[in-house]
């Protein structure tokens, strides 16, 4: 079983920076492939980023792409996204989830954060 916890949502002014953490079970992390997803409100789920095992690679979806950032620490089982220029669209529940690939649904999620963005 993986274990996902995020952590740093929050409320933020429109313009303003927020990272968000996610905290993974020691015995995957380095097996898989990591991703954050949102989801607002009466909207599908979005994938935003995702990173291989290795930190080699990433991609982002194109509303976020250049103003989010996602990165991940081997020594302490974290992903990071890093998100700048926030805009009240990204307001939404944020996800951490590890699957194979990037590209493939994963298998495992976090709880979620809140992000709320102030106009």
């Known amino acids: 079983q993986v274990h996902l916890v995020e952590s740093g949502g929050g409320l933020v002014q429109a313009g303003g920076s927020l990272r968000v953490s996610c905290a993974v079970s020691?015995?995957?992390?380095?097996?898989?492939?990591m991703g954050w997803f949102r989801q607002a409100p009466g909207k599908e789920r979005e994938r935003v980023a995702a990173?291989?095992?290795?930190?080699?690679?990433?991609r982002y979806a194109d509303s976020v792409k250049g103003r989010f950032t996602i990165s991940r620490d081997s020594a302490k089982n974290m992903v990071y996204l890093q998100m700048n220029s926030l805009k009240p669209e990204d307001t939404a529940v944020y996800y951490c989830?590890?699957?194979?690939?990037?590209?493939?649904?994963?298998?495992?999620w976090g709880q979620g954060t809140q992000v709320t963005v102030s106009a």
């Open positions: 020691r015995r995957t992390f380095s097996s898989y492939a």
């Open positions: 989830a590890a699957g194979a690939t990037m590209f493939s649904e994963p298998v495992y």
């Open positions: 990173i291989t095992w290795n930190g080699s690679s990433t």
